[in-house]
């Protein structure tokens, strides 16, 4: 397998712009998981999937950011409009039942 | 809050000796214990974990110690190498709950040649 893949490793856009990142995890992993690393919080636990399903999306940090799980095999995270605060690396990690979890290589945003 | 703590930002090592970076924790609940390492433009990587069953882990050169009763666990790094040079991460689950990983701030690790 590829491991875990996310698009775009880059993105700049200007303040109010949506932006969508995307993440394929690995196949037959159930859990799906997306962070957002700030030199603050260190790797913050934004919201994470079960067989598609969203569990726990205490970590987004406002309704500008919405994520869904269409499919087993492909994730986004929409930001919606974005502010420069938002600026960061996001990054996918998927795993399966009690093992550890696999990153992507992370997406650096840029909002401008 | 923050579940998980890495109280030192950076820790600099000579090669050869003994790399030691720590990882404070809050939640009595976690069982499942992870060091992941953090080159710059890549993802983490998992390095080593530990279930709370256990109070040491070891893999070649990296060693995990849990101190459950202080909340506290530990990764040495012996020796240490110039390429271990990289941000480390202590994440921890609870897996009887979910299968979520809180990940600490983080230690950035130079090992001086």
């Known amino acids: 397998d590829a491991g875990v893949i996310q698009s775009p490793r880059h993105e700049v856009t200007e303040m109010g712009q949506e932006v969508t990142l995307r993440c394929k995890p690995i196949?037959?992993?159930?859990?799906l998981f997306w962070y957002r690393q700030t030199m603050m919080r260190g790797l913050e636990l934004l919201i994470y999937?079960?067989?598609?399903?969203?569990?726990?999306d205490s970590g987004m940090p406002e309704d500008r950011f919405s994520a869904k799980m269409p499919n087993a095999s492909f994730s986004t995270l929409k930001i919606q409009p974005s502010e420069p605060r938002d600026s960061a690396v996001y990054f996918c990690a998927s795993s399966m039942t009690d093992t550890e979890a696999f990153f992507g290589q992370g997406t650096r945003l840029t909002v401008v | 809050d923050q579940q998980v703590k890495q109280n030192s930002p950076s820790l600099s090592v000579q090669e050869g000796r003994i790399s030691i970076l720590n990882c404070d924790y809050t939640n009595s609940m976690f069982d499942y214990f992870l060091w992941y390492k953090k080159y710059p433009a890549e993802g983490p990587t998992f390095l080593i974990s530990?279930?709370?069953?256990?109070d040491k882990n070891e893999d070649g050169r990296f060693t995990v110690f849990l101190n459950k009763s202080a909340k506290h666990l530990s990764l040495h790094i012996v020796p240490s190498q110039p390429g271990d040079s990289a941000v480390y991460f202590c994440a921890a689950s609870a897996r009887g709950t979910g299968n979520q990983f809180y990940f600490g701030t983080g230690t950035s690790l130079t090992v001086i040649p």
């Open positions: 196949s037959g992993h159930d859990y």
């Open positions: 999937f079960n067989n598609n399903v969203p569990i726990d």
């Open positions: 530990i279930s709370s069953i256990k």
